[in-house]
């Protein structure tokens, strides 16, 4: 591919394949449609036969070129994977202007509380296993990030009282020498297994601060294909620096949810 994308990037060559796209055409015809020096355009043509992007054969006292599509298609099919891998840029984009707007907001202490976000998900599987799901540490991990995230360290104590302890990392911190991307401690006030789970949960602040608390309850519904989870999360106590953090909520939770769908996916599955 590097070769390929090499020989591409010179103006003359891509001209000559433009050319070629159209149909076979020997050495001096193509030079002089390129308006080019036919020594010039041989080694250019050379170039992109080395790349696997045209073949050639003498006929009589002429070498006639002719462009390989699959080369094309290869390339082609590069460019939308990449295309594909990058659409997460555009979500990061909308979680900057999110940001921004959020950052507006916040000039006073209080300033988003008793906003609310709803989120629902509609599952396979039965309502036990979507509980271990909600509260299982070893199953947690599995979702309880955005993308591009890891859990680093995580307790969650189903019952009421019980501790939660959230910190996450970049996901390709493999080691931990990179710093702590977030860190939040709450405490479980609800938990009806396969039922309801509601929870409060604080992201700390760099300074070790609460941004704001989070009152996040999961509802749960059987239905005749699986479970209808249904999630309600509501802000109280927003400081003035939890700005940054609630413009991330519903991009994030949502990535979240989406995972925690697509595990469940897998493990039900046959």
């Given at each position: 591919?590097?070769?390929?994308?090499?020989?591409?990037?010179?103006?003359?060559?891509?001209?000559?394949?433009?050319?070629?796209?159209?149909?076979?055409?020997?050495?001096?015809?193509?030079a002089q449609l390129a308006e080019a020096r036919q020594p010039q355009t041989t080694k250019h043509l050379q170039a992109l036969e080395r790349a696997g992007l045209v073949t050639s054969e003498r006929t009589g006292q002429r070498r006639v070129y002719a462009l390989r599509a699959e080369a094309?298609?290869?390339?082609?099919?590069?460019?939308t994977r990449l295309a594909d891998a990058a659409d997460h840029v555009g979500t990061y984009e909308l979680y900057t202007d999110s940001v921004q707007s959020e950052r507006r907001a916040a000039n006073e202490a209080g300033w988003a509380d008793g906003r609310s976000f709803t989120f629902l998900r509609s599952l396979p599987g039965n309502p036990e296993l979507v509980w271990r799901y909600?509260?299982?540490?070893?199953?947690?991990?599995?979702?309880?990030?955005?993308?591009?995230?890891?859990?680093?360290e995580l307790t969650f104590q189903a019952r009421p009282g019980g501790r939660i302890v959230q910190e996450y990392r970049d996901a390709e911190d493999a080691d931990g020498s990179d710093v702590v991307v977030g860190r939040a401690e709450g405490v479980v006030d609800e938990a009806l297994p396969g039922?309801?789970?509601?929870?409060?949960?604080?992201?700390?602040?760099?300074d070790g601060g609460t941004a704001f608390t989070a009152h996040v309850v999961f509802a749960l519904q059987s239905t005749d294909t699986g479970v209808?989870?249904?999630?309600?999360?509501?802000?109280?106590?927003?400081?003035?620096?939890?700005?940054?953090?609630?413009?991330?909520?519903?991009?994030?939770?949502g990535q979240s949810l989406?995972?925690?769908?697509?595990?469940?996916?897998?493990?039900?599955?046959?």
């Open positions: 591919m590097d070769a390929l994308l090499t020989a591409l990037a010179d103006p003359a060559r891509w001209r000559l394949v433009s050319l070629l796209a159209q149909r076979p055409r020997s050495v001096g015809v193509l094309l298609r290869e390339l082609a099919a590069e460019l909600l509260t299982e540490p070893d199953l947690l991990t599995h979702w309880w990030t955005p993308e591009d995230l890891r859990v680093s039922s309801r789970l509601a929870y409060r949960l604080s992201p700390l602040l760099p209808d989870l249904d999630v309600r999360y509501r802000i109280t106590h927003s400081t003035v620096d939890s700005a940054d953090f609630i413009a991330g909520i519903e991009i994030g939770f989406d995972k925690l769908a697509a595990d469940i996916t897998r493990r039900s599955t046959p």
